[in-house]
């Protein structure tokens, strides 16, 4: 299994971005795909979050600003940023989760390479 992630770049404050992570295999549609990011000095935290069935959850800081969703045709996740501030400056990670159990034999944890955003103010 292998992610990939791009989309990443330099944005004034109050611009958009739309990150993309494209996961080789076929486990994509039955993962909890999410999106951490860590800024230089911090630890890693999440982002967003999306489960097989489409429930998303996201980090309060970026509610109403920032857009998860998943194409399983594509094997791809998405993250649209709006309205970005400085301090979402960051690499962003997208990451793979699914554990063994009912849907797989095999538990599968892997993270994307990263990809970064600067918000310049």
């Known amino acids: 299994v292998q992610l990939q992630a791009s989309g990443g770049g330099l944005v004034q404050a109050g611009g958009s971005l739309r990150l993309s992570c494209a996961v080789s295999?076929?486990?994509?549609?039955?993962?909890?795909m999410t999106w951490y990011r860590q800024a230089p000095g911090k630890q890693r935290e999440l982002v967003a979050r999306?489960?097989?069935?489409?429930?998303?959850n996201y980090a309060d800081s970026v509610k109403g600003r920032f857009t998860i969703s998943r194409d399983n045709a594509k094997t791809t996740v998405f993250l649209q940023m709006n309205n970005l501030k400085p301090e979402d400056t960051a690499v962003y990670y997208c990451?793979?989760?699914?554990?063994?159990?009912?849907?797989?034999?095999?538990?599968?944890?892997?993270w994307g390479q990263g990809t970064l955003v600067t918000v310049s103010s």
């Open positions: 295999g076929s486990i994509f549609r039955l993962s909890t």
């Open positions: 990451n793979l989760d699914l554990p063994a159990g009912p849907s797989s034999n095999l538990g599968y944890y892997y």
């Open positions: 999306i489960t097989r069935g489409d429930n998303t």
